[in-house]
């Protein structure tokens, strides 16, 4: 079993940086994809970003890209995102997930409770 606790959101402004933390424990990742997503307030849950454990490969989703860096540290069990530029059209709560697959194509046992972030105006 593996439980993902995330952390770090919270209420910005526009123009705002944020950095969310996924902690992981119960199991070792080394086959696994590390990935975030996150769901609009009234909307469906979207991908975000996501990272191979073992080799640090990465893919975005393209309304994050060049603006969201994910990355993790296996020492710490611990897989990041970095958020800039942030808009309201990022509040949403956002979700750490784990499993198996290619970043494409993963399938996402596991997950974390979410954490709130909230870009105002």
């Known amino acids: 079993q593996v439980q993902l606790v995330e952390s770090g959101g919270g209420l910005v402004q526009a123009g705002g940086s944020l950095r969310l933390s996924c902690a992981a424990s119960g199991r070792a990742f080394s086959s696994f994809t590390m990935g975030w997503f996150r769901q609009p307030p009234g909307k469906e849950r979207e991908f975000v970003a996501a990272i191979t454990w073992r080799g640090g490969v990465t893919y975005y989703a393209d309304s994050v890209k060049g603006r969201f860096t994910i990355s993790r540290d296996k020492a710490k069990d611990t897989v990041y995102l970095q958020m800039n530029s942030l808009n309201p059209e990022d509040t949403a709560v956002y979700y750490c997930?784990?499993?198996?697959?290619?970043?494409?194509?993963?399938?996402?046992?596991?997950w974390g409770q979410g954490t709130q972030v909230t870009v105002s105006s």
């Open positions: 997930a784990a499993g198996v697959g290619s970043l494409l194509d993963v399938r996402y046992d596991y």
